[in-house]
């Protein structure tokens, strides 16, 4: 086998693979590793010579699970009409938290991936574009007419689930004969509502991320154990999160319908454009490895995009609100990576990252009970972090 490893020969080679933060000594002029015993017939070139280069990676990744706390439906109902209690809007039940947004179980990894394609030119200094794109993450919570144990009230009110949705129309009443206090004498409706002594909720809370890059590595000193570089360019990332609240309303025959069901989702989309400028370090440490570490600092205008609305069980009818932001959103990112080359032509990667996102919006209380005027929570989010894992292979050609 043919070992070359003088100096930063093996950091040339991070230079040609084309990540964000992966750069190497080669601009210092020290021959690249070949590694090339036994030689296996693909199509590759030298690391560290100019050309074409094009990586890929697998990332294991998570978020900020950016959602405040708001309790969505609690035990018990309101009496429309007051012929239960003799009182119209007085609430029958304990009035306990059934479903709330803090509980939809922990924080997930998202699956992605990562490509990027490249050229380096013969001063060393090389472009680049890249694509990153996470998986969904799903969060979701559940309550039903059964309390834990059972546990109820004599007059079983508590097996209801009741939010304090507002201001709808007729189309979203429900059953007419939803409990046993409903009968053909007082015509029903005395729970009358979707959202008012229903049977089941369920809500899902979805995450997004993806992030798009074109950059420029430039070198700036070089030794034969180590290399300093800069890092510039157009970077853009979006957020995307959804909540949706579904009720489903049963009348006092064990009955649905889908007019007597309802959908509320809440989207927030932050599509972030700006620039970014670094710095990067990498470390040769002999036997084909290096080590790298790379800080990047960018500054990006949020367009951020708030819709929410209701929705009929059928889709016939709904109420919409709609909004649009702007923001100033600073970012730092890290890039901690372990290279190795195996072979000529050929680079493996593993490594830590780190975003951090400063000033992006989220949803305080994802929920605005006022049908006729949905006005939803949306709060700032001082701190977003995503981090997590990747490993990676690159072909120089």
Not at 67 to 76: D, F, K, T
Not at 125 to 139: E, F, M, P, S, V
Not at 197 to 226: C, H, N, V, W
Request: proline share 5%; with cysteine; charged share 15%.
């Amino acid at each position: 086998m043919r070992h070359r490893y003088i100096g930063g020969a093996v950091l040339a080679a991070v230079v040609a693979i084309g990540w964000p933060g992966e750069v190497a000594a080669q601009e210092g002029g020290f021959q690249t590793p070949l590694n090339s015993d036994p030689v296996i017939p693909i199509p590759t070139g030298r690391a560290g010579e100019p050309g074409f280069y094009f990586g890929a990676e697998f990332v294991m990744l998570t978020q900020t699970r950016a959602l405040g706390n708001q309790s969505i439906g609690v035990r018990g109902f309101f009496d429309a009409q007051g012929a239960i209690t003799g009182v119209p809007g007085t609430f029958v039940g304990t009035g306990a938290d059934a479903l709330n947004t803090s509980k939809m179980g922990r924080r997930e990894f998202q699956p992605g991936f990562k490509v990027e394609i490249g050229y380096k030119f013969d001063t060393g200094t090389r472009i680049y574009a890249n694509y990153l794109q996470l998986y969904d993450a799903h969060y979701s919570a559940g309550a039903s007419q059964y309390p834990l144990g059972y546990r109820a009230r004599p007059d079983l009110a508590d097996t209801f689930l009741s939010a304090p949705v507002y201001n709808f129309n007729q189309l979203f009443n429900g059953p007419l004969q939803d409990t046993a206090f409903d009968n053909s004498t007082n015509g029903g409706a005395n729970t009358v509502g979707i959202w008012n002594a229903a049977d089941i909720m369920d809500t899902k809370f979805t995450q997004r991320y993806q992030q798009a890059e074109l950059g420029m590595r430039i070198p700036m000193f070089a030794t034969e154990m180590s290399s300093v570089y800069g890092l510039s360019g157009a970077r853009f990332a979006w957020f995307f999160e959804r909540f949706t609240w579904r009720t489903v309303d049963i009348d006092s025959s064990g009955n649905s319908t889908p007019q007597s069901s309802a959908v509320y989702t809440n989207s927030l989309s932050q599509r972030m454009y700006g620039l970014f400028v670094g710095c990067g370090h990498e470390v040769y440490l002999g036997n084909m490895f290096s080590a790298s570490l790379d800080l990047t600092a960018a500054a990006y205008m949020d367009v951020a995009k708030q819709r929410a609305k209701y929705e009929l069980g059928d889709k016939t009818t709904q109420s919409k609100f709609g909004r649009e932001s702007f923001d100033f959103v600073p970012s730092a990112t890290a890039d901690l990576n372990l290279w190795m080359y195996p072979i000529e032509g050929v680079q493996l990667k593993l490594g830590y990252t780190g975003m951090s996102f400063f000033n992006t919006r989220y949803m305080r209380e994802p929920v605005g009970y006022n049908f006729g005027n949905i006005d939803p929570n949306y709060g700032t989010k001082v701190f977003r972090l995503i981090h997590g894992f990747n490993v990676g292979i690159g072909f120089f050609f």
